[in-house]
């Protein structure tokens, strides 16, 4: 039940949310609960990790060790952790801009590493928290306030960059799809290794609004009428590939850990 959830993992004196109506960013914060829920983790053995945006205020709400950290700096704060303490599980909750711009580089080498954390993005395709400016998932040509009349760069695919990194866990979601969230983050977190979550969420105050996308309701049917599972995906033409969304599981490999591979290294001397 979503209230027990609330009652044994969220700080509730911080409750209610700030999280505009209709926001995406609940159902992959319960996810992310429910996940940690379902492999009956201890609230002490997890780190929540998070950088700037409205995806990053997620952290203030759960009740586990978190971190709010400076902008697009939440994994470089993640590598830290966990070199601390191998035996945490760390998950990085970030956004689209926090990750894939200013935390870019981060993402790039946390991959590379495969460091152990868990990387959930809240892609809602804009920078919602300061005002609607486009973001590296804006879709090309669609506005923001720093586009208004049209982004004419193109759109990062996070998962094919994660994967080109490193990542050996790289999947993705949509909020219209919740009970998939909260499965990749389980895989997500029993992978020994970087795993990279990215789930698709909606923004109906400053990406809708902006690029007439409609309301909640709406820009939900949009995913859910627009997901389609990588296997069927590849057996479409091209032509019907496009606006697609993938979904599912994109990559996954094993490759060794790399705070292990550094604990070798101090057991040489």
Not at 91 to 120: F, S
Not at 141 to 163: H, M, Q, R, S, V
Request: aromatic share 8%; with cysteine.
């Amino acid at each position: 039940m979503p209230s027990e959830l609330i009652n044994k993992y969220f700080r509730t004196e911080s409750l209610p949310h700030i999280w505009c109506p209709g926001c995406g960013n609940g159902i992959i914060t319960r996810a992310i609960v429910k996940a940690i829920d379902n492999l009956n983790l201890k609230q002490d053995d997890v780190c929540i990790v998070s950088g700037i945006g409205c995806s990053s205020r997620a952290s203030g709400y759960l009740d586990f060790n978190t971190v709010h950290t400076t902008h697009g700096r939440a994994l470089a704060f993640a590598t830290g952790i966990k070199f601390a303490n191998p035996n945490l599980h760390v998950i990085v909750i970030t956004g689209d801009g926090d990750c894939a711009a200013i935390g870019g580089n981060h993402l790039i080498h946390a991959a590379r590493r495969n460091i152990d954390l868990t990387t959930v993005v809240f892609n809602n395709n804009i920078y919602g928290m300061t005002g609607g400016q486009y973001s590296p998932t804006t879709p090309t040509g669609d506005k923001g306030t720093t586009a208004p009349y049209g982004n004419i760069d193109a759109n990062f695919d996070l998962c094919e960059l994660a994967k080109a990194a490193g990542a050996t866990y790289v999947s993705r979601s949509t909020v219209y799809s919740a009970n998939m969230i909260i499965k990749q983050v389980e895989e997500g977190i029993k992978n020994k290794g970087f795993s990279f979550i990215e789930a698709i969420s909606i923004c109906p105050t400053y990406y809708g609004r902006k690029n007439k996308k409609g309301d909640a309701v709406d820009m939900m049917k949009y995913l859910k009428d627009n997901s389609i599972n990588k296997a069927t995906y590849e057996k479409l033409s091209k032509e019907e590939q496009e606006n697609k969304i993938v979904v599912g599981e994109i990559y996954k490999t094993q490759m060794p850990e790399y705070t292990e591979k550094y604990q070798k290294i101090i057991e040489l001397f």
